[in-house]
């Protein structure tokens, strides 16, 4: 079955710890996205990235940092200069970027004490 | 700046009636406008894309629409299961900036058997 891969489902990290966030596809996509969820707000871009070896900043870059070494793969870092870093994190793919439709993983729940 | 915003927050209907949720968008240029449906806990699942005004797009009880300025989202003869909260995304052309997508917070639809 082609699809989205997130691991873990949740993720606990005491302040101050760096904490990686595993994004996999195997839909054979060249672009893919992570976004933030927060309660009352809609889903926000943080970085994306269209081919292998090349990334851009989302709405809210500032204390993530992404690799794409894979086409299948792009994993987000998330530093402890995130200052709000709990929330539930999403990961997408599309086939091309400008005007298709994404394709969400399962998501990560990261809560940061 | 893209601009997404959906309304009613949330929806309560009884099985069987009849509704339809609202996105008013405004973009530089759009590139495309998106449609997911997102369970509590798990990743929004894509429903419709459209391009241009006066565009349709039917799936089982769901039906989308599109003017120059916001997209109906109707649900005819709901039943419990289409239950969820329920999220438009525009896509623009404005150039330079992110490839990703611009949420609503989305409506929260509850359906009563």
């Known amino acids: 079955d082609g699809g989205i891969t997130q691991s873990p489902k949740y993720l606990f990290r005491k302040e101050g710890q760096n904490v990686t966030l595993s994004c996999e596809q195997n839909l054979n996509h060249d672009a893919m996205y992570w976004y933030r969820q927060d309660p009352g707000q809609g889903l926000r871009l943080i970085y994306y990235?269209?081919?292998?070896?090349?990334?851009q900043k989302g709405d809210i870059a500032e204390g993530y940092s992404v690799s794409r070494e894979k086409k299948e793969s792009f994993p987000l870092t998330v530093t402890s200069a995130q200052k709000n870093p709990t929330a539930f994190y999403l990961c997408a793919s599309s086939l091309r970027t400008g005007g298709n439709e994404q394709y969400f993983g399962p998501g990560t729940r990261l809560t940061v004490t | 700046e893209d601009q997404v915003t959906q309304s009613p927050e949330a929806l309560r209907l009884q099985e069987g009636e009849s509704s339809s949720l609202n996105c008013s968008y405004t973009?530089?240029?759009?590139?495309?406008l998106f449609w997911y449906r997102q369970d509590p806990g798990k990743g929004p699942e894509f429903l419709f894309t459209?391009?241009?005004a006066g565009e349709e797009k039917e799936k089982e009880r769901l039906k989308a629409t599109l003017t120059k300025k916001e997209s109906f989202l109707h649900i005819t003869a709901p039943k419990p299961e289409d239950s969820a909260t329920y999220l438009c995304?525009?896509?623009?052309?404005?150039?330079?900036?992110?490839?990703?997508?611009?949420f609503g917070k989305g409506t929260h639809l509850i359906i009563q058997p």
């Open positions: 459209l391009y241009s």
């Open positions: 990235s269209q081919i292998v070896n090349d990334f």
């Open positions: 995304a525009v896509q623009s052309w404005s150039g330079g900036g992110a490839d990703g997508l611009t």
């Open positions: 973009v530089s240029g759009l590139r495309g």
